[in-house]
């Protein structure tokens, strides 16, 4: 029981040591990715509603909670 708990250890040992610098890039990568995204979605919302749709998705919003508060049913 004792070689297969050292074994263990060791191999965790190995892979943590090769993986450690590709887990940090892809990590920094993924934030990166994260960040244009939402850059991305910022810029596209604030053109939709400088183009005046703004007005269009507040009324798609109050349609959306009157019905709900009406219980879901079509008017």
């Not at 990568?29 to 507040?58: F, P």
């Not at 009324?59 to 909670?65: K, M, N, R, V």
């Amino acid at each position: 029981m004792n070689s297969l708990n050292t074994f263990c250890q060791g191999l965790m040992a190995r892979l943590y040591a090769r993986s450690s610098g590709g887990a940090r890039k892809q990590r920094g990568a993924s934030a990166l990715e994260y960040i244009v995204l939402a850059a991305a979605l910022i810029i596209i919302i604030g053109v939709a509603v400088a183009n005046g749709a703004g007005d269009a998705l507040t009324g798609a919003f109050t349609d959306l909670f009157s019905d709900a508060a009406a219980g879901g049913g079509e008017g």
